[in-house]
Nanobody, 123 residues
Framework: QVQLVESGGGLVQAGGSLRLSCAASGSMFRINAMGWYRQAPGKQRELVAGITSADSTNYADSVKGRFTISRDNAKNTVSLQMNSLKPEDTAVYYC?????????????????WGKGTLVTVSS
């Protein structure tokens, strides 16, 4: 099995910063892409930022210029630096990994999710 564990959420005032981290653990896997999604109350889950194994990144328009995603391939970790936070950034943030696991003699693509970490931005 593969597990994703997030850390770094919390309460911050508008204009402040937070850094989220996610670590993947397990055996016999290799990660293609990782990303961060968020889900605010009453809204659908949305992509915040993604990064490939070649460090190609993409961001939601609402966070461009404020958030930065990075990864450490050797440690199987992904981080999200969030600056200039706004109340509308308040949500549960989920780590996602698109990876391949070696199962029954072959590599199989799978998506894994963390349990989420709450980010609350007060005005």
């Amino acid at each position: 099995q593969v597990q994703l564990v997030e850390s770094g959420g919390g309460l911050v005032q508008a204009g402040g910063s937070l850094r989220l981290s996610c670590a993947a653990s397990g055996s016999m896997f290799r990660i293609n892409a990782m990303g961060w999604y968020r889900q605010a109350p009453g809204k659908q889950r949305e992509l915040v930022a993604g990064i490939t194994s070649a460090d190609s990144t993409n961001y939601a328009d609402s966070v461009k210029g404020r958030f930065t995603i990075s990864r450490d391939n050797a440690k199987n970790t992904v981080s999200l630096q969030m600056n200039s936070l706004k109340p509308e950034d308040t949500a549960v943030y989920y780590c996602n990994a698109n990876l391949q696991r070696f199962v029954l003699g072959s590599w199989t693509g799978m998506d894994y999710w963390g349990k989420g970490t709450l980010v609350t931005v007060s005005s």
